[in-house]
T-cell receptor, first 116, second 110 residues
């Protein structure tokens, strides 16, 4: 399978614990995005990497959130001191290098977080 | 972040009917994308549009990139039960940022 891979698919944690999600993008895709999705809403942008550089962060990404893409391949999203409001589906997506016909964004299956 | 206006919010149709949904934005986009999402899964890309006025088909799906670059629509012809799901539009701006619509929930009644 050469699609975007995310793990874990599901995570249940207690409030105050730290959680980390991993994303493996499609190979040769230099752009990687993290989104958060809550029930009944479309995906909301969290952060964006081009290769290993984090180019943009949403105001949704509080100080408790950190994302890395150390070698320009896989990425991790860590949430520290989780709160119940962090419960959501966390989606990773990757996109190939820009060209007039390659603006697609391909999603993984998501990591669902439940904070008790 | 910006969310695009997508309508209708939900649709209940009989199997075999055609479906139309649209998406509008206050900003100009370079790319419009349409996705389908099943419960508990990530969105799956259906169609990508790159030029204003472009009309693209993928099987029973047809989508158009609006001339103003601020809107797009998706049509599904001869709906079948497996078309059930939530459909999202997404636009890509000049900063390579993607913004998503609020979704259209489609129910197909056999």
């Amino acid at each position: 399978d050469t699609g975007v891979s995310q793990n874990p698919r599901h995570k249940i944690t207690k409030r105050g614990q730290n959680v980390t999600f991993r994303c493996d993008p499609i190979s040769e895709h230099n752009r990687l995005y993290w989104y958060r999705q809550t029930l009944g809403q479309g995906p909301e942008f969290l952060t964006y990497f081009q290769n290993e550089a984090q180019l943009e962060k949403s105001r949704l990404l509080s100080d408790r959130f950190s994302a890395e893409r150390p070698k320009g391949s896989f990425s991790t999203l860590e949430i520290q001191r989780t709160e119940q409001g962090d419960s959501a589906m966390y989606l990773c997506a990757s996109s190939p290098p820009l060209s007039p016909t390659t603006g697609e964004l391909f999603f993984g299956e998501g990591s669902r977080l439940t904070v008790l | 972040g910006q969310q695009l206006n997508q309508s209708p919010q939900s649709m209940f149709i009989q199997e075999g009917e055609d479906v139309s949904m649209n998406c509008t934005s206050s900003s100009i986009f370079n790319t419009w994308l349409w996705y389908k999402q099943d419960p508990g899964e990530g969105p799956v890309l259906l169609i990508a549009l790159y030029k204003a006025g472009e009309l693209t088909s993928n099987g029973r799906l047809t989508a158009q990139f609006g001339i103003t670059r601020k809107d797009s629509f998706l049509n599904i012809s001869a709906s079948i039960p497996s078309d059930v799901g939530i459909y999202f539009c997404a636009g890509q701006d000049t900063g390579n940022q993607f913004y998503f619509g609020t979704g259209t929930s489609l129910t197909v009644i056999p």
